[in-house]
């Protein structure tokens, strides 16, 4: 078992830039990938980015490339999303989850309660 618990939301205006914190226990974090999704009300979990377990490989959805970074510090067992320049449409609950690489949710085993984060026009 993985525990991931997020953090780091909130309400931001858009342009502006938040960071989201994964805090994992359980199991030996660099054994997964970890993976970003989120979910607007009344849309389905949407793929962020996802981080392979040695931090080696990334790999974004196109709607956040450039702006968004993911990474990881297995030493820590924590992962990290930065998100800049911040689009009312970024507007979801972020969830971070851990699994193989992929970038469909079902194929992630683990997941934390998310965390909202709000863009304001």
């Known amino acids: 078992q993985v525990q991931l618990v997020e953090s780091g939301g909130g309400l931001v205006q858009a342009g502006g830039s938040l960071r989201l914190s994964c805090a994992a226990s359980?199991?030996?974090?660099?054994?997964?990938?970890m993976g970003w999704f989120r979910q607007a009300p009344g849309k389905e979990r949407e793929f962020v980015a996802v981080i392979s377990g040695l931090g080696r490989m990334t790999y974004y959805a196109d709607s956040v490339k450039g702006r968004f970074t993911i990474s990881r510090d297995n030493a820590k067992n924590t992962g990290n999303l930065q998100m800049n320049s911040l689009k009312p449409e970024d507007t979801a609950a972020y969830y971070c989850?851990?699994?193989?690489?992929?970038?469909?949710?079902?194929?992630?085993?683990?997941w934390g309660q998310g965390t909202q984060v709000t863009v304001s026009s």
């Open positions: 989850a851990a699994g193989v690489w992929a970038t469909t949710a079902r194929d992630y085993a683990y």
């Open positions: 359980g199991r030996t974090f660099s054994n997964y990938a």
